[in-house]
């Protein structure tokens, strides 16, 4: 059992930055990959970036560029770094987490709402 608690969401104006981290308990942390996915009011929740356990990275075409994904296996902790963030970036952003082969991911976080004002 993995249980993931994000931090580091709040409001910021357009331009600026957020980092945002989800800290996993439980055991081989190393083993899991690690997504970050967003829901915007009122629209489905869609996938933003992701690390596999060997480090593979992944972005939706709207935050490449302005997003990187990283983790620190040591801390159980991954991160996601926005830059130049946009309004419609505005959403509550859940980290994700799956156990290395498996093609859905099986554990999900509270979530944090990141605000971008225009």
């Known amino acids: 059992q993995v249980q993931l608690v994000e931090s580091g969401g709040g409001l910021v104006q357009a331009g600026g930055s957020l980092r945002l981290s989800c800290a996993a308990s439980?055991?081989?942390?190393?083993?899991?990959?690690m997504g970050w996915y967003r829901q915007a009011p009122g629209e489905e929740r869609e996938f933003a970036a992701a690390m596999n356990w060997t480090g593979t990275l992944v972005y939706a075409g709207s935050v490449k560029g302005r997003f990187t994904i990283s983790r620190d296996n040591a801390k159980n902790t991954v991160y996601l770094q926005m830059n130049s963030l946009k309004p419609e970036d505005t959403g509550v952003y859940y980290c994700?987490?799956?156990?290395?082969?498996?093609?859905?991911?099986?554990?999900w976080g509270q979530g944090t709402q990141v605000t971008v004002s225009s």
């Open positions: 439980g055991r081989s942390f190393s083993n899991y990959d």
């Open positions: 994700a987490a799956r156990f290395r082969g498996n093609n859905r991911y099986e554990y």
